[in-house]
C-alpha cells in the first residue's frame, strides 16, 4: 500500500493573482491604502506589489476582467485573501491607518490562534488581514486539536498596542 502523501511543512502559498476591475483603483486600495509596494508593471493591464522586495505576494490585472461588475457573492471563488502580519501591534496600526480613512470593516473576529480584521477590496474580493499567535499559545481540545472559534475582536484593545 502506498504511504499517504504529506505535503512539506515548510509549503507557503506564494501569492494571490486578483482579475480587477479597474487597476488604478485596486492599486489605491492595495498599494495607497495597505502599503503594498509596485515591483513590475505591465504597462495599463496588470501590476505585481509586495511586501519587503519579494518578486509578488499580489498579482493584479484586467486581462479579462476590465470594466467588469464584481462576481456574485453568492457563488463559487475565492472567500478571502488572507494578508499574514508579523506582530499584533502591526495588525493595530493597519487598523489604524483604514480607521482613519473610514474604510469599511466587514468583520473583526478573535479565533484564538489568531486575531482578523476582515474588509472587502473595491471589486468586492474579500481581504483579511490577520496576525497569528505564537503557537505555543494556540488553544487546543482534550484530544490535542486545535479548538478554533469566532469571537469579536476586542478593537478598543487592539489600538492600546500603539500605545506600547
Given amino acids: 500500500m502506498e ?7 515548510q509549503t507557503r502559498i506564494g501569492h494571490v493573482h486578483l482579475k480587477v476591475a479597474d487597476l488604478d483603483r485596486s492599486m489605491a486600495f492595495y498599494c495607497d491604502l495597505l502599503g503594498f509596494e509596485v515591483t513590475t508593471r505591465y504597462g495599463s493591464q496588470a501590476v505585481f506589489i509586495s511586501a519587503g522586495g519579494y518578486h509578488h505576494h499580489i498579482g493584479l490585472n484586467t486581462w479579462y476582467s476590465k470594466d467588469a461588475p464584481p462576481a456574485e457573492q453568492e457563488g463559487v471563488g475565492l472567500f478571502h485573501t488572507a494578508i499574514l502580519y508579523p506582530t499584533r501591534k502591526d495588525l493595530a496600526v493597519i487598523f ?63 489600538l492600546k498596542e500603539l500605545e506600547a
Fill in 96 to 158: 489604524d491607518r483604514l480607521r482613519r480613512a473610514k474604510y469599511p470593516l466587514t468583520g473583526a473576529s478573535d479565533h484564538g490562534v489568531s486575531e482578523a480584521l476582515y474588509l472587502n477590496d473595491p471589486d468586492g474580493n474579500g481581504v483579511e488581514l490577520y496576525w497569528d499567535r505564537p503557537k505555543d499559545q494556540w488553544p487546543s481540545k482534550p484530544d490535542g486539536s486545535l479548538e478554533m472559534y469566532t469571537r469579536p475582536l476586542d478593537l478598543p484593545g487592539l
Fill in 3 to 9: 504511504e499517504k502523501y504529506v505535503v512539506p511543512a
